[in-house]
């Protein structure tokens, strides 16, 4: 087993997706034996400043001649000038969870300005790695050769004994239904889309629970909060903050219905670990949604469209029997998600290929 460097924007202890996945892979690379380096890089990314580009460069001129290296996709801007002085004595290969360019609120000059950078990094890599064909396709566009882009989805975790069953009794009454959300509180999540879909169902019984860091885009949290008073809704929509991974279970347990009004997701792990606790889904068609939802486990909209969303919401919230059998479906769907123990076999073996 190849010894590899793992370079990280900041602390690998965030709680999103992609870090998650990040975090998983290292702790299991290392229960499997092999030695892996976290670099966890200073500065502000993905516009890397100052900080974040000198941090990229020391991180890789400190590592010997052939050295193996994962590079998240989030960090590659850091390496605009140190991935060509570097590349060609180390072995690196991406990590990319979805492509920057693609990032919700960006102008066309600046979404093609960040894709001409990402396709250009990406050319001093080996491969790259990706949760999702959606995610393969995009890069294979960047020019990277299909045969260096290796698709390995994230693994989930088992639901606790109980919930699913916990959850159909209370489906037999005719009390307030949950709604959970898990996602940072970013434009990408499509949170003002929901609580706009929201808005028009105030005859039904619901509550809603949005799970998510409140830090990284305050003026989103702000714009989020305002449209909730706006609504009318305060006493019914919570932004909870983030809770830690092990936590996660009882709020899903807790659930009766997920919802995300996602933009883009280059897998969707929220929408994975639902559909593991057996819950009916609600989203959107976005990016690499779809493949991980298949349509007898979830209802999935167009993004950015309220009144589509909206009607979703209520055909599953006010129809128990319609709910029942998208619960079922998730089970069956989740039961088809690979384990994280083969998810870090995948990984390892994608990355030795690429890197050799």
């Not at 030695?35 to 966890?40: L, Q, Y």
């Not at 590079?71 to 004595?89: C, K, Q, V």
Request: glycine share 12%; hydrophobic share 45%; net charge neutral.
């Amino acid at each position: 087993m190849t010894d590899l460097a793992f370079l990280v924007p900041g602390r690998l202890d965030q709680i999103t997706g992609g870090y998650l996945y990040d975090r998983r892979v290292v702790e299991g690379l290392r229960r499997n034996g092999r030695r892996v380096t976290v670099h966890e890089l200073a500065g502000s990314f993905p516009e890397a400043d100052a900080a974040g580009r000198a941090a990229f460069a020391a991180a890789l001129a400190g590592l010997p001649d052939g050295a193996a290296v994962a590079i998240d996709g989030l960090a590659l801007p850091g390496g605009s000038e140190a991935l060509a002085r570097e590349a060609a004595r180390l072995r690196i290969v991406a990590f990319v969870h979805h492509p920057l360019a693609l990032e919700t609120g960006l102008t066309a000059q600046e979404s093609g300005r960040i894709g001409r950078l990402e396709a250009a990094l990406l050319a001093h890599c080996r491969g790259a790695l990706c949760p999702s064909a959606r995610t393969a396709e995009a890069l294979v566009g960047y020019g990277v050769a299909r045969g260096q882009v290796a698709v390995v989805p994230p693994g989930t975790d088992p639901p606790g004994r109980g919930e699913p069953a916990a959850r159909e009794r209370r489906a037999g009454g005719s009390g307030e239904v949950r709604l959970l959300s898990v996602g940072t509180i970013t434009p990408r999540k499509g949170h003002l889309v929901l609580i706009e879909a929201l808005a028009g169902l105030a005859d039904l019984p619901w509550r809603l629970v949005c799970l998510g860091n409140l830090d990284r885009d305050p003026a989103n949290v702000a714009a989020v909060r305002a449209a909730i008073e706006r609504a009318g809704l305060s006493g019914r929509v919570e932004l909870a903050g983030e809770r830690p991974p092990d936590r996660l279970g009882d709020d899903y347990a807790a659930a009766d219905i997920f919802v995300l009004a996602s933009f883009h997701e280059g897998y969707g792990m929220a929408y994975a670990e639902a559909m593991a606790h057996g819950l009916p889904i609600v989203g959107t068609t976005a990016g690499a949604i779809p493949e991980t939802v298949p349509p007898e486990a979830g209802l999935l909209v167009p993004p950015g469209d309220p009144a589509a969303l909206r009607e979703a919401l209520r055909r599953v919230i006010a129809d128990r029997l319609l709910r029942a059998s998208l619960a079922a479906g998730a089970r069956r769907a989740a039961a088809a998600l690979p384990s994280w123990d083969e998810t870090v076999r995948r990984w390892g073996e994608a990355f030795d290929r690429l890197a050799g």
